[in-house]
């Protein structure tokens, strides 16, 4: 009997069912290890995620987070224990699929595991072929690592910025301001990595910031404003906006931030959403976007080697900037109360297969 996590798509619920056994034909069988769980899981329980899509039939195992470890690697070259990190989006028929970039696909015929026409890996092992395998490192797995999946847009994230500066005449990002709206996992994960390349980094949100993403801040340098206690667009403020960073799924930021960004600034839109926004998008803001030369950037998932530079990001710096702490909690696959709400102090939860 294989267990795993099941959704049927546009009904709200999930649930902890024998899903059957598959065939490998020679692909990699993987035991996972971790699966982590984020909005879009919750969003696809709460039968509100209108992409979402089975595989076949009318049930879809869920889960597009996961850290496992090679049982039987087939006919590929991993090695037995290997870790592993599976992608999530898998190609369609365009020229961008066809080289590997299906995170920029232009005809919209790709599959996600676990959201869209493929099932994901919330279960007791799934296989796979080699080639949506991302190695992490063999033996005992550092749960961190689980940290992949998220921080992969991260990366992408970084190559779309070092794609656009020279447009504004920087000539590098040291000791440019980056403000980061969202302090969720996508946002701490974002802060650490412009941290690390030289960004002074100003993390926002509408509350306190937790412990835990309190003691990241120190260890990247970073500074924080509650923007419930004050006008963070006064200008007034020690880091520099040259960069804005929605990771908040609250793209009405960006109304704002046009205002107060400095000329030839960057702005990122990551958190999808777009509720809002209508009532005050108006004309000074495009005029604004124009005279100011500002660059605007969507951004959407990672191609393999965004996948491979967060493996190593994590392995190189996990440790010195306490990335572990981000995983808040770790439940059994049988407490569905994960899958349906934010938990007390979450940052990061995962279950445990
Ligand atoms: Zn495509």
Redesign the pocket.
Known sequence: MMKGIIVRPGLAGASLDDIGEESGNGRVLVKTLYTGVCGTDREIVAGKLSITRAERGDRLVLGHEALGSVMDPGSSSFSKGDLVVPMVRR???????AAGR?D???????TEAGIRGKDGFMRESFYEEERFLVKAGSGSAGIEKILAEPMKNVMKIRESIFGVIGRGLWDSVKDKGAWIFGTGTEGLLIGSVLSSVGMRVMLVNRHGLPEIAQELARHIGAEFFNSASGDWASGENAVPMDMIVDAAGAPSILLDAVRNIRHTGVIVLFGTGGAGIEEKLNGGTILNMVDKNLTVIGCEDGAREHYEQAVDFISENGEKYGLGKLITGIFPPEDASVLSAKQVGEIKSVIKW
């Not at 190609?91 to 699929?97: K, L, M, S, T, V």
């Not at 920029?104 to 790709?110: A, V």
């Open positions: 190609p369609g028929g365009c020229a961008n699929c299906q920029y696909c232009m005809d919209g015929n790709f």
